[in-house]
């Protein structure tokens, strides 16, 4: 059988502060919200901003450290895999969906104390462990001397 792929990368913003529970065999559940936004030109040319609201539900470890630092308009950056779920509606006897994203590592962004996060922090899932500080890219916002000087226009873009 051939080998697929479930993964799922989501850079977004809480809608509302997490709320932490436990399983009865206590283990730690943590279900949320996230916006991801778009934004493109219509046919008029006028911009347009769209917004998608993720369901994400992290388990054990994770649960408790995204209650612990995540709050509601917290950027964060999130790895995980796709995961449906069906029940049958007692009131109208009909089959619902829902499907949601199941988190196996998070990187907090934004700047300390400014309500979004820790900046550079990172955990991962029960199987990894806590890994701070391991991600390739900087986070850190540029010195004023090294942004570019103009902004960069859609024609400049090569696609």
Do not use: C
Request: glycine content about 10%; overall charge negative; hydrophobic content about 30%.
């Amino acid at each position: 059988m051939a080998k697929s792929v479930n993964k799922v990368i989501l850079v977004g913003n809480l809608g509302k502060d997490p709320e932490l529970k436990y399983t009865p065999n206590q283990v730690a559940v943590l279900k949320m919200s996230i916006a991801t936004n778009e934004r493109f030109k219509d046919k008029e040319g006028q911009w347009q901003d769209r917004t998608e609201w993720h369901n994400v539900v992290f388990w054990q470890r994770l649960a408790e450290v995204a209650a612990q630092y995540l709050k509601k308009g917290s950027k964060v950056y999130l790895e995980g895999r796709l995961q449906t779920h069906s029940w049958d509606d007692k009131q109208t006897n009909q089959k619902k969906y829902m499907t949601e994203v199941v988190v196996d590592e998070m990187v907090l962004l934004g700047g300390r104390g400014t309500g979004e996060g820790g900046s550079g922090h990172t955990a991962e899932g029960a199987e990894g462990g806590s890994r701070a500080g391991s991600n390739n890219f900087d986070q850190q916002v540029p010195d004023s001397e090294h942004a570019p000087s103009s902004p960069i226009a859609d024609e400049d873009i090569p696609f």
